[in-house]
């Protein structure tokens, strides 16, 4: 289960303090490692200052909780995350909003987007203004019927029992498909997880004219966390979003995460 050593991507506004509120609470959580990094450009003395400043700030933002503390030289933010993340070994990433988005929604800046494409490890990203509630209440894994996402159906199983939690499994009708057939596949999934773990998932398939009305037909209750596997078009072990999913981690009012291919 992801968690064993989270990596939060911290910056002095929002976002930063959105992704730190997450990653604090999945460790919490999981009882994993946490670390805290900030990422400033070459050659600029006054941003690595101000980089080791954030990190004291976030220190007084978690208190008590432990965590180690990191200022990374870099030439992009989500760059660095992701060669820090390799070094220390995290198996996730927490990155926050990027300013000016919807709050409740996640708006993806140029960190998540680096991120989302070229991560070796799981991403998470929090929504703007996100507050964390004490315990997670479900898992929920987007659905399609592909290597990848049967992959995921065994590793979210896995980590719903483990934290003790329900499974859904939901799939878009995006009224170009099938019903039956992606009823179907989601039959299929629900016997893939019951076989790898014994848990019972249960399923939804979403209606809508678009990926975002499909979204919204779905209930998200607080502590509701949201995965995504990576395309096809992922390179091994490393992350990469498609269209679909990109709409719908936009249209997501919870945390979501993107497995990268080949997640274990």
Not at 95 to 109: F, K, L, M, P, Y
């Amino acid at each position: 289960m992801i968690g064993a050593h989270v990596i939060v991507g911290y910056t002095g506004d929002a976002g930063g303090r959105d992704a730190l509120a997450l990653g604090s609470a999945i460790t919490r959580v999981t009882g994993g490692e946490l670390t805290v990094a900030a990422v400033y450009p070459p050659g600029s003395p006054g941003q690595a200052v101000e980089a080791q400043a954030n990190l004291a700030h976030a220190a007084g933002e978690l208190g008590a909780q432990p965590a180690e503390y990191i200022a990374f030289e870099s030439r992009g933010a989500g760059r660095g995350l992701a060669v820090v993340a390799s070094r220390i070994k995290a198996d996730l990433i927490v990155a926050g909003s990027a300013e000016g988005g919807q709050h409740g929604r996640i708006a993806i800046g140029s960190t998540a987007d680096h991120l989302l494409h070229l991560s070796p490890e799981a991403v998470m990203l929090a929504p703007s203004g996100y507050l964390p509630p004490e315990e997670p209440s479900r898992l929920t894994l987007a659905y399609v019927h592909r290597p990848q996402c049967d992959e995921a159906v065994e590793r979210v199983a896995q980590a719903a029992l483990r934290l003790g939690v329900p499974l859904r499994l939901i799939t878009l009708d995006l009224r170009t498909e099938d019903p039956g057939r992606l009823r179907d596949d989601l039959a299929l999934a629900v016997r893939l997880a019951w076989e790898s773990t014994g848990i019972e998932a249960e399923t939804e398939v979403a209606e809508g004219f678009d990926v975002a009305a499909a979204m919204a037909n779905l209930e998200w209750p607080p502590g509701d966390l949201l995965v995504c596997a990576s395309s096809e078009d992922a390179q091994p072990h490393r992350v990469f979003l498609g269209e679909v999913a990109m709409k719908a981690l936009r249209a997501a009012s919870c945390p979501v995460t993107v497995l990268p291919r080949g997640f274990s």
